[in-house]
């Protein structure tokens, strides 16, 4: 099947556009590698953003997870610099900061892994961030359409909790239940379909 990303709200686009166009925002530390490119910078890879509620072990539950704003990847002459992150607002949404790191690479080999992954899927799914704060992680969330809540498979993001392999898909629920418990190091079970020989055929980023 095929793996679909919605398009972002307008007040949300136009919250990064103006952040772009900031000197303000431009100081940030996340936004170092964005005030040095000659020429535009593109938001690029717009993900819906929800957090993940304390105490969330379930599929089912995760279903629940509010979304609270947009992530935007930028990219100058076809390469990631910074990530852009909006959040709701009275205004439709707001800008809230910009951000570096290990997480942009991540989320782009997450985003090639999902589109392989979906083709071997009997369903479509919607490619969701899931910010977990309670464990400081963020996944990439496969939405299952039209599907129940237990269809849906989150691929950790680098770096990944102790106990947690990044970058291998994992049902929901699976990797809900880990995460519930404090003290654990066990594996989670990946999916068939997520296994590490069509793994290896994504390429590096």
Sequence with gaps: MTLQTPQPP?????????????QAALRQAGATALR????????????AVHQLPPGTATARALAE????????????SGQVLAAAEVVKSTEGHSFAHFAAGPYLDSTMRALAQARHLVQSLRTSHQARLLSMPGHYATALWLHGIDSVPEDDLLIPLAPAPLGVTAHRAHPAGDLL???????????????????PAPLAAVPAL
Aim: no cysteine; aromatic share 4%; glycine share 4%.
């Design 10 to 22: 307008p007040s949300a686009l136009r919250a990064v556009l103006a952040a772009l166009n900031s």
């Design 36 to 47: 040095s490119p000659t020429g535009p910078l593109q938001p690029s890879h717009p993900l």
């Design 177 to 195: 239940a880990l995460l519930a418990r404090p003290t654990a190091t066990a594996a989670v079970r990946p999916t068939a379909a997520a296994a």
């Design 65 to 76: 997870a509010p979304r609270t704003g947009w992530r935007f990847l930028i990219e100058h």
